[in-house]
Antibody
Framework: QVQLVQSGAEVKKPGSSVKVSCKAS????????FNWVRQAPGRGLEWMGG????????NYGQKFQGRVTVIADESTSTAYMELSSLKSEDTAVYYC?????????????WGQGTLVTVSS | DIQMTQSPSTVSAAVGDRVIITCRTS??????LAWYQQKVGLAPKLLIY???TLESGVPSRFSGSGSGTEFTLTITSLQPDDFATYYC?????????FGGGTKVEIK
């Protein structure tokens, strides 16, 4: 059975960067897209970007272009998301989500979420 | 980016009621749409994908319909476990967006 386990909560200063990991187990890591979705306190879901490890193809949301980097390490079945130039508005729970078994960009598997707090 | 308009933002309903949530997109997306349920403090759960395909293990009281720019999620006979927030999500040209969410509250 597929499980996504994310790294722990982070507290960061404005202007710094954060890197969150998502280790996958079950299923063939390379075959599925891995995406990052965030949710600010009391707000909705916001897609940031994703990667298809097999082809090392990334796609990013326009809002995050230039500030987010998603990578995948096939040797450890781990996806990473790095967000730079952090602002207080980046305080949110960050989720990784794996593409559906059907191959589409629907997310049937989610990590537990990582709270990133940006505060001076 | 494709804009998504989800309505209503809140719906008050009783156990046993039928609830309909609508999602409209600013451009046609064929059937590239999913619906999720999210409870407080938890990750979203996939209910419907490809507009109308029920995810494995999801109760049959949930159904989805639509194509192009207008989509609906219907919950027939609302159950206590269904009080949650629901989101639509589109996938078109490798750009994804979520609707603003619909909170289903107890009447």
């Amino acid at each position: 059975q597929v499980q996504l386990v994310q790294s722990g909560a982070e507290v960061k200063k404005p202007g710094s960067s954060v890197k969150v990991s998502c280790k996958a187990s079950g299923g063939t890591f390379s075959n599925y897209n891995f995406n990052w979705v965030r949710q600010a306190p009391g707000r909705g879901l916001e897609w940031m970007g994703g990667i298809l490890p097999m082809l090392n193809i990334t796609n990013y949301g326009q809002k995050f272009q230039g500030r987010v980097t998603v990578i995948a390490d096939e040797s450890t079945s781990t996806a990473y998301m790095e967000l730079s130039s952090l602002k207080s508005e980046d305080t949110a729970v960050y989720y990784c989500a794996r593409g559906h078994d059907s191959g589409g960009y629907y997310f049937g598997y989610w990590g537990q979420g990582t709270l990133v707090t940006v505060s001076s | 980016d494709i804009q998504m308009t989800q309505s209503p933002s809140t719906v008050s309903a009783a156990v046993g009621d039928r609830v309909i949530i609508t999602c409209r997109t600013s451009q046609t997306i064929s059937k590239w749409l999913a619906w999720y349920q999210q409870k407080v403090g938890l990750a979203p759960k996939l209910l419907i994908y490809q507009a109308s395909t029920l995810e494995s293990g999801v109760p049959s009281r949930f159904s989805g319909s639509g194509s192009g720019t207008e989509f609906t999620l219907t919950i027939t006979s609302l159950q206590p476990d269904d009080f949650a927030t629901y989101y639509c999500q589109q996938f078109h040209s490798y750009q994804l967006t979520f609707g603003g969410g619909t909170k289903v509250e107890i009447k």
